[in-house]
């Protein structure tokens, strides 16, 4: 294991160094850095390095141990009478389910009925950039309110809860238990299968194609609630309830409740693990208004709870992680050469590259634990470090879609005005043309460096946490945090190399930013839409 390491290491180190054209990847354009690359690659990983001076410092002055409490500093947003008064109106929280419902049945209207165009078609937008990629943003940034606008959970509470109403029974649950080995892994195989139709399925810019897999995603969820239960199925196999559970750990704000007695009929357990209920909508829907709370907090702290992962947890962080990685390496032209040199399918780089994160990671987590000495199974080392690779996955999601969102994403505008592409102006922006230049080539390259570095800085920080709790010694926790140093540096440098390098699409017309313009049912891959045609830098 270590000579392989030490293979790869050596071959990161050395990536910066072949020459290669930078750009700003996922961007369209390139831009002449004014420094070579390797310098700024190996600058970033200094930087990295660098912050482990004062993170070790400062986090080694917090007591050490397992059963040492782990506080933050948070604030009860809903002390401000103001801000009561509006996150807790009935008739708000009734808007935003209508507006959710009424959005979910347009995607699905649109993607049967309008234009197969997904230029002039509303559901590819929204689905892929305003839903995807900015709601993914909010949750990580502001905080997650999934819970209260998943259309799925919407359109199952409503007939649940007039069948009750109505005295035909007890709802639409059967309740059935839900097997312990499942975990997680029901959502990590839809995860998996999400990653695939979004940036290998040919027609995931089709919007019949989108219509399609949203009415059968929806006989799943709907199918696993009815059988485990809504809560069960929610927390374990909804996907993207899971997905932006994980996100919402790094947000800055979190709801919590009062009275904890409420917990002992939580189907999660919550708030055993700290005394506390965190994060869990379950209980914060059954509190009494007095007793809920939503906190203002530090970003980032939540993902350093030491709450217990889930069977297929750690394989499902690692898949994120892996999935937008994957992502960026797509169109790099390392990976058509490999891909052309060793005949394999796009697929199998799929499903190899996650393994490969993960005998990755857990090589470097077993060093970790052999240089702080700690005793235990690899799992539980694994799972305690897990939560800390979040905040990578969420920088380097920011950094390769930011430019999607703000420029691709202003064709919504057009798109409300005319959801089916049948020539309607219902708001007056059928004709609001895109502008590219929202942003400029230079300002992505160094706003990409500086999210890159600052996820890993971050991850350096709650990993040090972590290792606190687990070898409750200072000392000890400071050399196991060498290897997993490392690892942070060798993925801050591959990250960056990512992201400076040229797209490449074979097989395929030039990116242009706009969907073919014929009507068939075939649209260019996702990809393809992401590109839009920017202003050469200077």
Known sequence: MRRALVLTLALLLLLPLVPQPASAH????????????????????????????????????????????????????????????????RALLLGLRLLSVGLFLLVILTGLLGRQNADA???????????????????????NIWPLVNPWKILFEWPEALVRRLGLGNGLELDEPYPASWGLWPAVALYGVF???????????????????????SVLVWGGMAVYGKETWLRRGEVFSVFFGLLARFAPTEVRVGDTKLCRDCSDDCGTAEKDCVNCYECFARAAPRDRKLDLRPPAVGLGRSEPVPSGGVFFVILVLAGVTFDGLLETPLWNELRRALSVPQTAGLVALPLVFLAAYLGFVRLSQLFGGGTGGLRRFAAAY?????????????????T????????????????????????????????????????????QVILIVAGHVVAVYLAHLVALRLFGDPGRALRSQLPMLALMILYTIFSLWILSQPIVIEDQAPATGTAPQEDTPQSAPLEKLREPPMPKAP
């Open 26 to 89: 996922g961007f369209g354009q390139s831009y002449d850095l004014p420094l070579p690359l390797w310098l700024y690659l190996y600058g970033a990983g200094a930087v990295v390095l660098a912050s482990f001076v004062p993170i070790s410092l400062f986090a080694g002055k917090r007591k050490a141990g397992e059963d040492t409490p782990y506080l933050y500093p948070r604030f009860d947003l809903l002390r401000v009478g103001v801000l009561r008064a509006v996150l807790t109106n």
């Open 121 to 143: 078609n509303f559901a590819p937008t929204f689905v892929w950039i305003v839903w995807w990629v900015g709601l993914g943003f909010f949750t990580a940034f502001v905080g």
């Open 195 to 217: 990653v695939w139709v979004e940036n290998l399925f040919p027609g995931s810019s089709t919007p019949v194609y989108i219509a399609v897999l949203t009415l059968t995603y």
């Open 386 to 402: 897990v939560y800390s690779l979040v905040p990578i996955a969420i920088a380097y999601q920011v950094a390769h879609y930011y």
């Open 404 to 447: 999607l969102l703000l420029v691709q994403g202003q064709g919504i505008i057009r798109q409300v005005s005319d959801p089916f592409g049948w020539g309607w102006n219902l708001f007056g922006t059928a004709d609001y043309a895109i502008d590219p230049g929202v942003v400029g080539a230079a300002f992505v390259w160094y706003s």
